[in-house]
């Protein structure tokens, strides 16, 4: 066979395209076409793809009938893990029509993880009779991580993995595991527990394959290698993983128990699920808000946040409002505020975001909150004092009848306003996360509501006094 | 041995505190404390932590001076891969006083993606004489690999990986994995490559560790794992690994020679760093902006996309500035305005953020585009209808003497701004991407220009024509 002609498949992406392409096969028009006038040759390419391509694929339709079209000729044992990457209010959608039979067909193919997700999105009545069919022993794996907070280790984890007792021989390992092991998909780790399942350490399949046979397990195992406990947060897990670079991480219960395992590729759907959520609640945005969804639903949850912003708004419009008759002898006041109001809703964006995201990663923390705030203060104390002077000198030329002291008084204004930008945009999420309360939830709005009010106030009342 | 009182090592988020404390085993504080009574115990510690942990100890410090004491104190083995977690700059400071004997050993201890990223970093001269002594088969690897840019597969890949030939057995597979591949890292995967190099399948450790000896390689290698190209963007490879679920991916040339792989776990930096970068510009944040920079450093960078924003400000003031007389005679205007811009600000970068995260994700392509620019729209439209009748109501009553007149005016001024933003917020980051340039890059500045300047000169405008 040579080489230099082989049909290699490259993913659509490695073609360099200027934006990837997803849904490489075909797109929902032509399957759905390919659905009229030949079942056999669609069932066949949909067989072929990756669950990421069908999800997509499924995504792309535009109505939700299309969709359940295509669904029946998705091959049972793709069809879970390509439902499980839909969003979850579509996914719920689809799983009405679902009865007992078909999930249970769906069930059968997927890791107890994935299994354990799956039946939580169907109806209850569903879930709870395809659960009796299951073996006891698969029923208790599956309703000891549907226990779980979908958000946590536990919740990530699956209950397939490979563990050996302590007295083992490397000899026995690898016995045991051509035996046993074939089924578990990314097997990289054995897991060494004792006779109470402690988990005592880990070994990799690579020193595994470099052992000597007669070796003990308990000789070569790494007792130091991490392991995060079932119920820690789903963002610590991603900050152990990047942190100590493995590829997989036990997971053991508050008595030290081995219960299961969580994999890199699972803590990359992870990391870009967090980062989504921190930027959309960064925006105003719900973290549900998805492309897919009708244009009534966006609307409606976007609508919550412009509510939001919009009694905010009329808060520092109140503040204006204090200040109607300075306004009407000095109309210049009404063109200059809003430029005070936006640097201060700028800068304390920059430092919020920096700070919501430091504590995300883990590089903003309680013990080294101090010295960040101070610094976020000073940084907005330089600015301040740098676009004073800016923003004073054009005032004082834009309207020479007013001169020097209305560049004195926006100057001051400036000041005041990035010093309380930067002391908000730090202060604000580090109490949200104290209250434990998400750091990134609503504090884009409560930052601008203090900046517009701060800026407003500032300008307006300090020309009140000085200029009229 | 008894499980029960195994010493069992969490790594420090294990104890499940609010926020997650790094650098578990000592402060720098007590580090530097050390420095001055007990070297030798301080090398031992130093010694113990992970390379993350020993970054996480440098950047605590103070200065420039206790970091460099405490690197003196840092075993070589350890010292390149914690130099690497620091900031850029940082690196760069610290590694002006390394010469090219320090710079050799630390080098001597890494992978060969993490020595060609620390030769990129020191001095280019100290770089050059650490080449010329490295042997010649390991200088051209290096020098393959500090060719490729460094946000791409091939600046993120390393060459350690293990290959064999397409005629060989699973038995002679496994002879040479015993003897050559003790010193591949996180080795997952062989690579089945002919006899021009060409990469022909990919077999994994597991299934190599389940398969008679005697089956040839091409009949077990997976001729469909995806691969990616060396010059491909790093933003690809993180989606290819999202949606491929593998462990680690070969990278080849554009002959499609093998030249290295990327694990997982390299892939984790790079999504954490992509998603902060986004959030970094749509935040008007340079992404070196970091937290363990000077204050004047800090100001300087933020400065550059200050002043940026002032001078859209200033445009949108200027737009007040046309209606001086309006607002001269109804100040109730000045009072109101700030409503209309802030409502369109805040829809618009609503619209923005799912369209940067969707193009950063791939769900956003130039395909559905315009399916996704209605959609915005729409929604535009839709909360424009609600938001005018609230606000229209709200300023009616607010401002009895002017009435309807004054509340048909805000009510459709919102109405065009809230549809300005949705159209603004979807075309603007469409049109970076198609441009070439990082569609979360300004954004957000640009966005706000177009809803002030709408919003300002809608509302004014209005009121010129209808209310006086």
């Known amino acids: 066979m040579s080489g230099a002609n082989l049909p290699i498949r490259y993913p659509e992406e490695a073609r360099l395209s200027d934006v990837p392409e997803i849904s ?92 354990a997700d799956f039946l939580q999105a169907v109806d209850k009545g569903v879930a709870d009779e395809v659960m009796e069919r299951l073996e006891p022993s698969d029923r208790r794996e599956i309703e000891q991580l549907m226990s779980h907070d979908e958000e946590t280790a536990g919740g990530l984890m699956q209950a397939e993995l490979f563990k050996v007792r302590t007295g083992w021989s490397v000899e026995k390992v690898l016995q045991v595991l051509r035996r046993f092991g074939r089924e578990i998909e990314n097997l990289n780790y054995v897991y060494v527990v004792n006779d109470e399942d402690l988990l005592e350490g880990v070994l990799s399949l690579h020193t595994l394959l470099f052992a000597e046979p007669d070796v003990m397990v308990t000789d070569l195992a790494d007792r130091d290698f991490p392991r995060v406990l079932a119920g820690q947060d789903q963002e610590d897990v991603a900050r152990i993983f990047e942190k100590f670079d493995v590829l997989a991480l036990p997971v053991v219960n508050d008595l030290g128990e081995l219960i299961g395992r969580i994999t890199a590729d699972d803590v990359i759907d992870v990391i870009h699920e967090e980062a989504t959520e921190d930027m959309y609640r960064l925006a105003a945005l719900s973290d549900q808000d998805d492309l897919a969804e009708p244009v009534t639903i966006t609307a409606g949850r976007r609508g919550v946040w412009l509510m939001v912003n919009l009694i905010t708004a009329i808060a520092a419009s109140l503040v204006i409002a204090q200040f109607e008759a300075t306004i009407a002898q000095i109309v210049a006041l009404a063109v200059l505020m809003p430029i005070v109001a936006s640097m201060g809703g700028i800068a304390g964006t920059q430092t919020l975001t920096v700070i919501v995201r430091g504590i995300a990663l883990g590089r903003v923390t309680f013990a080294n909150a101090r010295r960040t705030l101070i610094k976020e203060v000073s940084v907005g104390l330089v600015s301040g004092l740098v676009f004073a002077l800016v923003i004073g000198t054009i005032a004082s030329l834009w309207f020479p009848d007013l001169g020097v002291r209305l560049g004195a008084v926006i100057a001051a204004a400036m000041m005041l306003n990035l010093f309380a930008a930067g002391l908000a945009g730090a202060l604000i999420p580090l109490t949200l996360k104290r209250l434990n309360i998400d750091p990134a939830l609503a504090s884009g709005t409560i930052l601008t509501t203090v900046t517009d009010v701060v800026g407003f106030f500032a300008f307006l009342g300090l020309a009140t006094l000085f200029l009229i």
């Open 24 to 115: 490489s096969l075909l797109s929902s028009d032509e399957a759905l076409q390919l659905a009229k006038w030949d079942e056999t040759r669609l069932r066949e390419l949909l067989g072929e793809m990756h669950a990421s391509e069908l999800a997509e694929l499924l995504l792309s339709c535009r109505k939700d009938e299309e969709r359940s079209r295509l669904i029946e000729s998705i091959p049972d044992e793709l069809l879970g893990e390509a439902m499980l990457e839909l969003p979850e209010g579509m996914q719920e959608d689809l799983l009405t029509d679902f009865d007992a039979d078909e999930v249970e067909e769906v069930v059968e193919h997927l890791d107890s993880d994935d299994a």
